[in-house]
């Protein structure tokens, strides 16, 4: 990985004047604005707090490791298709990630994998020669699915009353623990049909798992600003903003003007910057509503000849849900990642109940060479039913809002986020 501070991101000194549209934020949604800016032509700034480029899907360097690992372990689906293209655009075929049809495995021997079909036989496919649950279970899995391109209200818990309580815990509960990150008590019926209906029901690949084979900074947001910087545009990184004022020409930040500005930040740290303005409240008590989930990453490392049979398996009522065995991926050999969505354990009882779980159920070394756990407490948004999301368009003319949150249909997702930053941006070039 190229890091973004040895790129230095400044002005091309070959151009006159400074880019006028600022993006506060450089994680996927930013980088996506800045992507689609430059598609058609249009120059900009972007100001990014941390060192590199990412927000909450970012590479880290842990002290064991020579190679980054991510702060977070991602899955990304074949319904990602504003993610993928913007991926695709930056990187040779086949070298960003690994893809392959839908395929579940999970310790105790639910086994799903789809094939080569047009949707919805696909999933049909994979229902029918499914392992692991009965014909029963089957026919209402696929009831279920019939009914996700209807509108609904309330809870998934509620959405899955009249599903067979071994279904509920075998399959849709894992799942949507995993799409939303929110426990199915709380979580957004009407989101989880829209995660079902987009990847399962629409067309053959929109579900295939598509895994990294890259950090998340190089897989997307570090490509991207050295592809803008080449276009002539800005990416500073290390650089807070903590003030943005109206002025007769558009909005001044750091003592420079734009025309256009487009907050790509995390719901959590927009207040800072809505609060002294009024006329932007509308946005602010929306962000102020929120609440948040967390997820931990556990990574473990094994000796290496240590290798799953599965890139990624599934465990049933554990901390750790999902384990992705890096080599598949990666070329890390013998390092695991344990994905603890919303845990209730932290720290080194967290450690070492996943320990324990990939010894018990997956035949893991007792000890592992090393354990690290990244613990991001505010991963996502709480994707409950009752959720208000802050709109992309604010009070003021030509200022937005992108990032995960805006986006009305997913859950806190990289393609929440891609798809929101080509919107903002997509407002912006028709305003010119
Ligand atoms: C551990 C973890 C696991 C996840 N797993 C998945 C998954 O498997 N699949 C999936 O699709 N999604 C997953 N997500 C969610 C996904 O990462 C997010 O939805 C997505 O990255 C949000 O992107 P964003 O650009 O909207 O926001 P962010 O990534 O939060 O980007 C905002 C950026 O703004 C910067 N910033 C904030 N304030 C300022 C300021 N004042 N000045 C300058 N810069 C500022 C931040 O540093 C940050 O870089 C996961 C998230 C986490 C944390």
Same mark, same amino acid.
């Given at each position: 990985? &190229?890091?973004?501070?040895n790129l230095?991101?400044r002005?091309?000194?070959?151009?006159?004047?400074?880019?006028d549209i $600022?993006?506060?934020?450089?994680?996927?949604a930013?980088?996506?604005?800045?992507?689609t800016? $430059?598609?058609?032509?249009i120059?900009?700034?972007?100001?990014? !707090?941390g060192? &590199?480029?990412?927000g909450?899907?970012r590479?880290?360097n842990?002290?064991e490791?020579?190679?980054?690992?991510? @702060?977070g372990?991602?899955?990304?689906?074949?319904?990602?298709?504003?993610? =993928?293209?913007l991926?695709d655009?930056?990187?040779?075929?086949?070298?960003?990630y690994?893809?392959?049809? =839908?395929?579940?495995h999970?310790?105790?021997?639910l086994q =799903?994998?789809?094939?080569? +079909?047009?949707?919805?036989? @696909?999933? /049909?496919?994979?229902?029918?020669?499914?392992?692991?649950?009965?014909w029963?279970e089957?026919?209402?899995a696929?009831?279920?699915?019939?009914?996700?391109?209807?509108?609904?209200?309330g809870?998934?818990s509620e959405?899955?009353a009249?599903?067979?309580?071994?279904?509920?815990t075998?399959?849709?509960?894992?799942l949507c +623990?995993a799409?939303?990150?929110?426990?199915?008590t709380e %979580?957004s019926?009407?989101v989880?049909l @829209?995660?079902?209906h987009?990847?399962?029901?629409?067309?053959?690949?929109?579900s295939d798992?598509?895994?990294p084979?890259?950090?998340?900074?190089?897989?997307?947001?570090?490509?991207?600003?050295?592809?803008?910087?080449?276009?002539g545009?800005?990416?500073?990184?290390s650089?807070?903003i903590? $003030?943005?004022?109206?002025d007769?020409?558009?909005y001044?930040?750091l003592?420079?003007?734009?025309? %256009?500005?487009?907050?790509?930040m /995390?719901?959590?740290?927009?207040?800072?910057?809505?609060r002294?303005h009024?006329?932007?409240? !509308?946005?602010?008590?929306?962000a102020?509503?929120?609440?948040?989930?967390?997820?931990?990453?556990?990574?473990l490392q094994?000796p290496?000849?240590?290798?799953l049979?599965?890139?990624?398996?599934?465990?049933?009522h %554990?901390?750790?849900?999902?384990?992705f065995?890096?080599?598949?991926?990666?070329?890390?050999?013998g390092?695991m990642?344990? &994905?603890?969505? &919303?845990?209730?354990?932290?720290?080194?009882?967290l450690?070492?109940?996943?320990?324990?779980?990939?010894q018990?159920?997956l035949?893991?070394?007792a000890?592992?060479e090393w354990?690290?756990?990244?613990?991001e407490?505010r991963a996502?948004f709480?994707?409950?039913?009752?959720?208000?999301?802050?709109?992309?368009?604010?009070?003021?003319?030509?200022?937005?809002?992108?990032?995960?949150?805006?986006h009305?249909?997913?859950?806190?997702t990289?393609?929440a986020?891609t798809?929101?930053g080509v919107?903002?941006?997509?407002?912006i070039?028709? @305003?010119?």
């Amino acid at each position: 990985m &190229v890091g973004l501070e040895n790129l230095g991101f400044r002005m091309n000194a070959t151009r006159t004047s400074a880019p006028d549209i $600022a993006i506060i934020g450089g994680g996927y949604a930013g980088m996506a604005a800045a992507m689609t800016l $430059a598609e058609h032509g249009i120059r900009c700034t972007v100001f990014e !707090a941390g060192k &590199v480029l990412g927000g909450r899907a970012r590479q880290i360097n842990l002290p064991e490791l020579t190679q980054p690992v991510d @702060n977070g372990q991602h899955l990304l689906l074949g319904a990602y298709h504003t993610t =993928l293209k913007l991926i695709d655009s930056l990187h040779p075929a086949g070298t960003a990630y690994l893809r392959l049809p =839908l395929q579940l495995h999970t310790h105790n021997g639910l086994q =799903l994998k789809a094939t080569r +079909l047009p949707a919805p036989l @696909n999933t /049909a496919w994979a229902l029918l020669t499914a392992k692991g649950i009965s014909w029963s279970e089957r026919w209402h899995a696929a009831r279920f699915l019939q009914q996700s391109n209807t509108a609904v209200q309330g809870s998934v818990s509620e959405l899955l009353a009249s599903q067979p309580a071994s279904l509920r815990t075998k399959l849709w509960e894992p799942l949507c +623990l995993a799409a939303l990150n929110t426990p199915p008590t709380e %979580a957004s019926a009407q989101v989880f049909l @829209n995660v079902l209906h987009d990847s399962l029901l629409r067309h053959g690949t929109d579900s295939d798992l598509i895994l990294p084979r890259m950090d998340l900074s190089s897989l997307f947001p570090a490509a991207a600003g050295r592809h803008i910087l080449a276009q002539g545009s800005e990416v500073i990184t290390s650089q807070r903003i903590s $003030a943005i004022e109206p002025d007769d020409k558009g909005y001044r930040i750091l003592d420079r003007h734009f025309r %256009a500005v487009i907050l790509a930040m /995390a719901p959590q740290h927009l207040p800072a910057l809505l609060r002294p303005h009024p006329a932007l409240h !509308a946005s602010l008590h929306a962000a102020e509503s929120l609440s948040y989930q967390s997820i931990a990453t556990v990574y473990l490392q094994y000796p290496p000849h240590i290798r799953l049979p599965q890139p990624l398996t599934g465990l049933l009522h %554990a901390h750790a849900q999902w384990i992705f065995d890096r080599s598949h991926t990666h070329d890390q050999r013998g390092l695991m990642a344990a &994905v603890c969505s &919303v845990p209730p354990l932290s720290g080194n009882a967290l450690q070492q109940a996943v320990v324990r779980e990939l010894q018990q159920y997956l035949d893991l070394p007792a000890r592992p060479e090393w354990v690290r756990t990244i613990h991001e407490k505010r991963a996502t948004f709480s994707c409950h039913a009752a959720l208000t999301r802050p709109a992309q368009r604010t009070a003021w003319t030509n200022f937005y809002l992108a990032g995960d949150i805006t986006h009305h249909h997913y859950p806190a997702t990289l393609e929440a986020a891609t798809q929101s930053g080509v919107q903002c941006a997509t407002q912006i070039i028709r @305003n010119t």
